[in-house]
T-cell receptor, first 117, second 116 residues
Framework: AQKVTQAQTEISVVEKEDVTLDCVYETRDTTYYLFWYKQPPSGELVFLIRRNSFDEQNEISGRYSWNFQKSTSSFNFTITASQVVDSAVYFCALSGTYGGSQGNLIFGKGTKLSVKP | DGGITQSPKYLFRKEGQNVTLSCEQNLNHDAMYWYRQDPGQGLRLIYYSQIVNDFQKGDIAEGYSVSREKKESFPLTVTSAQKNPTAFYLC???????????????FGSGTQLSVL
């Protein structure tokens, strides 16, 4: 079965601290895709990144970086020098051919990040 | 500007009443989705539609119904059979929505449904 686990329910940091959000996944697909979405207080989910299972290269986008490790089935997200505007709920998601949701996205339960000034 | 519009933002349902949540997109996307979000939970798929006049049940379809008569519209009805309807409902769309898709979803701003 497919599953996404975000073990950290809530994280609180002070502005300018670095913070890593963990994501561990399970799938029997050989080809799959991993995503991160941000949900600010307004409620709308915002797409951050998509990664396919064949590309283990880490990615950096400004203060955001992602570490994909197939060996540990993890796709962790790091925010460097956090800012108050980073406060949101962050979701990791998985899509593939098998498992639940008929191949559609399966979401983790989310990590609520609070960045205090 | 292209996007997804959900209305209303807040909705209240009386016991035994059916209510309909609206979702409209002007992105010319083929696929549309409805998700339910409960506090502290991830998003769970209710229904999805890959083309007009066709839709499929998701993981938690019981007590819900949908229609897809137009490409841009995918309304969700929460029926009286849904015994625990209080939740945040999110509509999304993607360009094609094929199985095991790598496509990103674009989301609306959601509707908070509460029971009176």
């Amino acid at each position: 079965a497919q599953k996404v686990t975000q073990a950290q329910t809530e994280i609180s940091v002070v502005e300018k601290e670095d913070v890593t959000l963990d994501c561990v996944y399970e799938t029997r697909d050989t080809t799959y895709y991993l995503f991160w979405y941000k949900q600010p207080p307004s409620g709308e989910l915002v797409f951050l990144i998509r990664r396919n299972s064949f590309d283990e290269q880490n990615e950096i986008s400004g203060r955001y970086s992602w570490n994909f490790q197939k060996s540990t089935s993890s796709f962790n997200f790091t925010i460097t020098a956090s800012q108050v505007v980073d406060s949101a709920v962050y979701f990791c998601a998985l899509s593939g051919t098998y498992g639940g949701s008929q191949g559609n996205l399966i979401f983790g339960k989310g990590t609520k990040l609070s960045v205090k000034p | 500007d292209g996007g997804i519009t959900q209305s209303p933002k807040y909705l209240f349902r009386k016991e035994g009443q059916n209510v309909t949540l609206s979702c409209e997109q002007n992105l010319n996307h083929d696929a549309m989705y409805w998700y339910r979000q409960d506090p502290g939970q991830g998003l769970r798929l209710i229904y999805y539609s890959q083309i007009v006049n066709d839709f499929q049940k998701g993981d938690i379809a019981e007590g819900y119904s949908v229609s897809r008569e137009k490409k841009e519209s995918f309304p969700l009805t929460v029926t009286s059979a849904q015994k625990n309807p209080t939740a945040f409902y999110l509509c999304a769309s993607s360009i094609r929505g094929t199985r095991g898709s790598n496509e990103k979803l674009l989301f609306g701003s959601g509707t908070q449904l509460s029971v009176l």
